[in-house]
T-cell receptor, first 117, second 110 residues
Framework: EAGVVQSPRYKIIEKKQPVAFWCNPISGHNTLYWYLQNLGQGPELLIRYENEEAVDDSQLPKDRFSAERLKGVDSTLKIQPAELGDSAVYLC???????????????FGPGTRLTVL | DAKTTQPNSMESNEEEPVHLPCNHSTISGTDYIHWYRQLPSQGPEYVIHGLTSNVNNRMASLAIAEDRKSSTLILHRATLRDAAVYYCILLTSGTYKYIFGTGTRLKVLA
């Protein structure tokens, strides 16, 4: 079974440029998550989707970040414009979403390492 | 949201058991205890989870204190491939929101 796929794995851009990250979750997983991970820290949730609906985007900086999950499968996370402080690893995860809360296991992709110069 | 406290780092010799502690004194009755680990340059990987009883799987064992205010992840025979950051996370019932701390960096010595 294929895992969560993310691309690109690495991205280097100059500040004020736009950037987009793509995620393909595990087949059949209804719930998709985007996380931000700064160096030496644990991941922090940015947004959670159940199918096409963003059910928790409270931590997403909406002035420059946007996300979409068309057709409830693949998802794209965009930053426009990027700032120096956005340099981090962006992780995508998916889960079945049908297990009762507390037991739903999340499966993570390898992440995209963003460097903003 | 309930918080967890873990040591920043631990060391173990190869092929010896490792006990990774986690304190969660503010845990509520319906919070599940999850453990994930993150190998270098990879995303976090599920290890194990439990509610009240001790749990075993092919990767590890989870020992949960009777009052649930602490738990221990047990790797029965550490290998070099177990070197990673281990995260102890409480998943609040009714939510799907993991709150990761800084975890414990495990170093395995050959």
């Amino acid at each position: 079974e294929a895992g969560v796929v993310q691309s690109p794995r690495y991205k280097i851009i100059e500040k004020k440029q736009p950037v987009a990250f793509w995620c393909n979750p595990i087949s059949g997983h209804n719930t998709l998550y985007w996380y931000l991970q700064n160096l030496g820290q644990g991941p922090e949730l940015l947004i959670r989707y159940e199918n096409e609906e963003a059910v928790d985007d409270s931590q997403l900086p909406k002035d420059r970040f946007s996300a979409e999950r068309l057709k409830g499968v693949d998802s794209t996370l965009k930053i426009q414009p990027a700032e120096l402080g956005d340099s981090a690893v962006y992780l995508c995860a998916s889960s079945l979403g049908t297990a009762k809360p507390g037991t739903d296991t999340q499966y993570f992709g390898p992440g995209t390492r963003l460097t903003v110069l | 949201d309930a918080k967890t406290t873990q040591p920043n780092s631990m060391e173990s010799n190869e092929e010896e058991p490792v006990h990774l502690p986690c304190n969660h004194s503010t845990i509520s009755g319906t919070d599940y205890i999850h453990w994930y680990r993150q190998l270098p340059s990879q995303g976090p990987e599920y290890v194990i989870h439990g509610l009240t009883s001790n749990v075993n799987n092919r990767m590890a064992s989870l020992a949960i204190a009777e009052d649930r205010k602490s738990s221990t992840l047990i790797l029965h025979r550490a290998t070099l491939r177990d070197a990673a950051v281990y995260y102890c996370i409480l998943l609040t019932s009714g939510t799907y929101k993991y709150i990761f701390g800084t975890g414990t960096r495990l170093k395995v010595l050959a």
